[in-house]
């Protein structure tokens, strides 16, 4: 499927730019920051409600930035950026994440452990030198019980290793462009940490636990949302329906989403809808009906090896006698 041949996306996408402001997704932006005060001033008198609220609105929070990334709500890169500027999830710098996920969309790279930037793949390699114990980790981590109870952990740290080992490998602009980055996330963290300690009298510690709870959630959609498949198209999945679909932004709808990044979040289900049968032979039949589904096959089941399927290591060398 060509993503200009179907007359609707066209139309939709001409109604967005028309537009020039997606309406919606400014909305969902201000939701989403409202909840997540109203979550943090809640904390004093219910802590047990104030946290699982905290963890959703930073979970929509990582998706609106992902809607930002891909020219949503503006036209303009600069404004997107502002509007979710603020990191509620602590971790990650916004021009880290954009740069990495933009790379994961050039789309015959996808799975690809050495070149896409998302895959929870290993290369062999990579892989045969990690301590017993790490591998056995990896192997918990690939199934969906691990995946949510060990994955953030194991994502924040190889997410950290390689942001350190970019920063001391990388010259000239490519040093300078990490180093605003981190720099501008720092900035962002002051106000959140500030508003974290003075506004919601919360415990630093209180409040990464639901980060790590929000991790967990988007581990959840994470999962599943690429295989190693021959066709390209065969590599990414369709979830049908979940009620977490609006903490996603549709992003379930993975497909539609990698072959329509024009569109926005609440346009996706329209696009689905509309040819159906077509993005199911696309890839392949690789789809979900919910979450539960994904539940039921891999909660303790690996879903995918941890090594990617097409990487062989190298023989071990061998010792002159």
């Not at 994904?294 to 190298?314: N, Q």
Request: glycine residues 4%; proline residues 7%.
């Amino acid at each position: 499927m060509n993503e200009h041949t179907h007359a609707d996306f066209e139309q939709a996408l001409q109604r967005t730019q028309r537009a020039g402001i997606e309406w919606p997704t400014v909305l969902m932006i201000a939701v989403c920051l409202g909840i997540w005060l109203a979550a943090g001033l809640l904390f004093a008198d219910a802590p047990s409600l104030a946290v699982p609220l905290l963890a959703l609105t930073i979970a929509l929070h990582s998706s609106l930035q992902h809607e930002a990334i891909h020219r949503h709500p503006t036209r303009s890169a600069a404004w997107n950026e502002a509007l979710v500027f603020p990191p509620l999830g602590l971790l990650i710098p916004y021009r880290r994440y954009r740069e990495t996920h933009l790379a994961h969309h050039l789309d015959s790279r996808i799975t690809d452990p050495h070149d896409d930037p998302e895959s929870f793949y290993w290369a062999a390699e990579n892989h045969q030198r990690q301590p017993r114990v790490v591998r056995l980790l990896l192997a918990w981590n690939a199934t969906l019980l691990g995946r949510v109870m060990i994955g953030p952990a194991i994502a924040t740290v190889r997410f950290l290793l390689a942001e350190t080992r970019l920063g001391l490998a990388s010259r000239g602009a490519e040093a300078r462009e990490w180093r605003k980055a981190w720099a501008l996330h720092v900035l962002g963290i002051i106000p959140v940490l500030a508003a974290i300690h003075f506004l919601f009298a919360m415990p630093l510690l209180t409040y990464l636990a639901a980060v790590y709870l929000a991790m967990a959630l988007l581990g959840l959609r994470g999962f599943c949302e690429h295989r190693w498949a021959a066709a390209t198209d065969a590599r990414t999945v369709i979830v049908e329906r979940s009620w977490l679909g609006w903490l996603f932004l549709n992003n379930n709808l993975h497909l539609v989403h990698h072959k329509q990044p024009h569109l926005p979040w609440y346009a996706l289900p329209a696009a689905y809808r509309a040819h159906r049968a077509e993005w199911l032979a696309l890839n392949e039949g690789y789809v979900f009906t919910g979450y539960s589904a994904v539940l039921r096959a891999f909660a303790l089941r690996a879903k995918e090896p941890v090594v990617h399927p097409l990487d062989v290591a190298p023989p071990p060398k061998s010792r002159a006698s």
